[in-house]
């Protein structure tokens, strides 16, 4: 149990471009779901949280215009990284934390490489 | 003061032997307290979580909490090279997301 997936694992676009990665939790419901950003040999580094049917709530520093989270249902979390740069080049890992529970499970995560 | 520290490593560590991780924490309303392992170029991995003092054992793996000293460990018995990870604490008050330290790197030689 406790299993979330992310789409696409990897991806390449170019400078400019928009892209957006999917979050889905398989065999239960999440309530919340985080969305985490990590850099070569860094840690996790939290983007946003976002509750279903409600807007995301953005950590500081974190531009909300750019980087779109969607959170329509209680297996989805889309983020949408708008316009992205090569400084967007980055892993992005998705979390989701069942309604009862506080414990929180990664998705596989998505390496994005903006040239 | 970080919320979360962990020491970086990396701590090495003989094939059998146990390997000792540690973590301390700053919101004493913290109230649930896990552990996760990273692998290189892959997401966190949930191995153990522990919610009240004193020690919880999974295989080979032991969670240890003290709550009055703000400490969380965890013990690896019988360390395999495919432990060889980065092992990440995360604390939270469940009010807020997990707080994560920054991971101590472990290395089992064989």
């Known amino acids: 149990g406790a299993v979330v997936s992310q789409h696409p694992s990897w991806v390449i676009c170019k400078s400019g471009t928009s892209v957006k990665i999917e979050c889905r939790s398989l065999d239960f419901q999440a309530t919340t779901m985080f969305w985490y950003r990590q850099f070569p040999k860094q840690s996790l580094m939290l983007m946003a949280t976002?509750?279903?049917?409600?807007?995301?709530?953005?950590e500081q520093g974190v531009e909300k215009d750019k980087f779109l989270i969607n959170h329509a249902s209680l297996t989805l979390s889309t983020l949408t990284v708008t316009s992205a740069h090569p400084e967007d080049s980055s892993f992005y890992i998705c979390?989701?934390?069942?309604?009862?529970?506080?414990?929180?499970?990664f998705g596989p995560g998505t390496r994005l490489t903006v040239l | 003061q970080k919320e979360v520290e962990q020491n970086s490593g990396p701590l090495s560590v003989p094939e059998g032997a146990i390997a000792s991780l540690n973590c301390t924490y700053s919101d004493r309303g913290s109230q649930s307290f896990f552990w996760y392992r990273q692998y290189s170029g892959k997401s966190p991995e949930l191995i153990m979580s522990?919610?009240?003092?004193g020690d919880k054992e999974d295989g080979r793996f032991t969670a240890q909490l003290n709550k009055a000293s703000q400490y969380v460990s965890l013990l690896i018995r019988d360390s395999q090279p495919s432990d060889s990870a980065t092992y990440l604490c995360a604390v939270t008050t469940g009010r807020r997301a997990l707080t994560f330290g920054s991971g101590t790197r472990l290395q089992v030689q064989p």
């Open positions: 976002s509750n279903e049917g409600s807007k995301a709530t953005y």
């Open positions: 522990i919610y009240s003092n």
């Open positions: 979390s989701a934390k069942p309604g009862t529970l506080n414990e929180q499970f």
